[in-house]
């Protein structure tokens, strides 16, 4: 039992660590706003809770943890908004009633006298005191009456533009109402599907193989082929940053996916749900057993370190935030067919090839999805804590320093690529 809530603690750590990680991206971006910059507007601030909401700021503490105050910057929604050669990035700070009690440039990639030169006219940089965020938001620069910063008009236009345009994507994020939880016909057909899977997981087939087969062939043509019901490494990690999509079907699935294994033992996505699993093992049997390759125990040891090495990529994809898809490391988004990228269908035909050859093949070597489902099962009275275990922890270790050192790795890897092109 212990074992089981530390394999468990392992999964929550992680998910934790990456919803609190895009909670504070969404605030700080990769530009973090610091408590020295609000207290020049604010002297008593002590402490920056980011905060959950659309707003994407950060409620300021005082040292006994009283709200003071809200804080926010215009990047990104004012990365492209150019003044005369570069943006600019803003810093607001309101009470809490949400009147502005000061602005602030942050950084620019404008001109270094045109930003001088804007920082230096007090009656420009005083122009929200005092205003509310709706009067802020609601307002376009020239139906306020802000006229630009002589020797500088494009540029502090330019800012006035960013800090009406960030209030008003705020606003517009919060105005857009959540969509409602219901279910649709989707949903009712992969519920009857669950249910008779587990059935099966359970009851078995009582040797009748053709009752598998029908199951199979369900699994690959309307879970797979039609719904494209799978679950993936960009499925979990989304989740785990933004909330669940209100479908209650692909919910349901993964909440059996995890729960499951973890008190019985029993894989039920693995080997009774999955499609991709599902046409490994039908393709399997379409060649004779004499044609199957036995793996080297060398090579099929190294083979087994995908899974997790694969799992890390994700991790740093995730916590950096690469420009990089992550359906494009496993298969599963080949089922979506009209609009998968070349790189999981690529990965989806070789692992389907591999299989005629090496029975279930991605699914042994390669499926990252089904290593951390597998990871979280029980194995009943043998079951030890080993080097799994051990890795796990690692990666929940590599999960927090890539959450607290991101900035300077996204900067270190920017510059080196940088410096790579050049």
């Given at each position: 039992m212990i074992l089981s809530l530390y394999r468990l603690a392992i999964l929550v750590a992680i998910a934790w660590l990456l919803r609190s990680h895009a909670v504070r991206v969404r605030f700080e971006g990769f530009r973090p706003i610091t408590v020295?910059?609000?207290?020049?507007?604010?002297?008593?601030?002590?402490?920056?809770?980011?905060?959950?909401?659309?707003?994407?700021?950060?409620?300021?503490?005082?040292?006994?943890?009283?709200?003071?105050?809200?804080?926010?910057?215009?990047?990104?929604?004012?990365?492209?908004?150019?003044?005369?050669?570069g943006w600019t990035n803003t810093l607001l700070v309101f009470d809490p009633a949400l009147h502005v009690l000061g602005v602030r440039i942050r950084t620019s990639q404008d001109t270094e006298d045109?930003?001088?030169?804007?920082?230096?006219?007090?009656?420009?940089?005083?122009?929200?005191?005092?205003?509310?965020?709706?009067?802020?938001?609601?307002?376009t620069p020239a139906d306020a009456g802000i006229e630009g910063v002589s020797g500088?008009?494009?540029?502090?236009?330019?800012?006035?533009?960013?800090?009406?345009?960030?209030?008003?994507?705020?606003?517009?994020?919060?105005?857009?109402?959540?969509?409602?939880?219901?279910?649709?016909?989707?949903?009712?057909?992969?519920?009857?599907?669950?249910?008779?899977a587990t059935w099966l997981a359970f009851r078995g087939t009582h040797g009748r193989r053709w009752v598998r087969v029908v199951l199979q062939l369900i699994a690959?043509?309307?879970?797979?082929?039609?719904?494209a019901d799978l679950l993936a490494q960009s499925l979990i990690v989304g989740w785990a940053q933004?909330?669940?999509?209100?479908?209650?079907?692909?919910?349901?699935?993964l909440a059996m996916a995890l729960v499951i294994p973890w008190t019985t033992g029993t894989p039920l996505y693995c080997q009774y749900v999955c499609p991709h699993g599902h046409a490994q093992e039908l393709l399997a049997r379409a060649l004779p057993k004499r044609w199957r390759i036995a793996l080297p125990k060398d090579v099929a040891a190294g083979l087994r370190w995908l899974p997790p090495l694969t799992f890390v990529c994700v991790l740093v994809v995730a916590f950096l935030?690469?420009?990089?898809?992550?359906?494009?490391?496993?298969?599963?988004?080949a089922y979506v067919w009209k609009t998968a990228g070349w790189a999981t269908l690529t990965i989806a035909a070789?692992?389907?090839?591999?299989?005629?050859?090496?029975?279930?093949?991605?699914?042994?070597?390669?499926?990252?999805?089904?290593?951390?489902?597998?990871?979280?099962?029980?194995?009943?009275?043998g079951d030890h804590f080993g080097r799994r275990e051990i890795a796990a922890l690692l990666l929940v270790i590599v999960a927090a320093l890539l959450s607290w050192k991101s900035p300077e790795m996204r900067a270190w890897l920017e510059t080196s690529a940088s410096d790579w092109l050049l």
């Amino acid at each position: 039992m212990i074992l089981s809530l530390y394999r468990l603690a392992i999964l929550v750590a992680i998910a934790w660590l990456l919803r609190s990680h895009a909670v504070r991206v969404r605030f700080e971006g990769f530009r973090p706003i610091t408590v020295e910059e609000v207290r020049v507007l604010l002297p008593a601030a002590a402490v920056l809770k980011p905060d959950a909401t659309e707003r994407d700021g950060a409620d300021v503490l005082d040292a006994a943890g009283a709200k003071i105050g809200y804080t926010l910057q215009t990047a990104p929604a004012s990365d492209s908004i150019i003044g005369y050669r570069g943006w600019t990035n803003t810093l607001l700070v309101f009470d809490p009633a949400l009147h502005v009690l000061g602005v602030r440039i942050r950084t620019s990639q404008d001109t270094e006298d045109h930003v001088g030169d804007v920082k230096g006219d007090r009656h420009f940089m005083r122009t929200w005191d005092g205003k509310s965020w709706d009067q802020v938001a609601g307002q376009t620069p020239a139906d306020a009456g802000i006229e630009g910063v002589s020797g500088a008009s494009m540029t502090s236009l330019a800012i006035a533009e960013g800090i009406m345009r960030r209030l008003q994507s705020a606003d517009s994020a919060a105005a857009r109402a959540p969509s409602p939880w219901r279910i649709q016909a989707r949903d009712v057909g992969l519920i009857a599907f669950l249910i008779a899977a587990t059935w099966l997981a359970f009851r078995g087939t009582h040797g009748r193989r053709w009752v598998r087969v029908v199951l199979q062939l369900i699994a690959i043509g309307y879970v797979g082929l039609w719904n494209a019901d799978l679950l993936a490494q960009s499925l979990i990690v989304g989740w785990a940053q933004n909330g669940v999509a209100h479908a209650p079907g692909l919910v349901l699935l993964l909440a059996m996916a995890l729960v499951i294994p973890w008190t019985t033992g029993t894989p039920l996505y693995c080997q009774y749900v999955c499609p991709h699993g599902h046409a490994q093992e039908l393709l399997a049997r379409a060649l004779p057993k004499r044609w199957r390759i036995a793996l080297p125990k060398d090579v099929a040891a190294g083979l087994r370190w995908l899974p997790p090495l694969t799992f890390v990529c994700v991790l740093v994809v995730a916590f950096l935030h690469l420009p990089a898809d992550l359906a494009d490391v496993e298969p599963f988004d080949a089922y979506v067919w009209k609009t998968a990228g070349w790189a999981t269908l690529t990965i989806a035909a070789v692992g389907l090839i591999a299989s005629l050859f090496v029975p279930m093949a991605y699914c042994h070597y390669g499926c990252p999805t089904g290593a951390l489902l597998n990871f979280i099962r029980r194995r009943g009275k043998g079951d030890h804590f080993g080097r799994r275990e051990i890795a796990a922890l690692l990666l929940v270790i590599v999960a927090a320093l890539l959450s607290w050192k991101s900035p300077e790795m996204r900067a270190w890897l920017e510059t080196s690529a940088s410096d790579w092109l050049l």
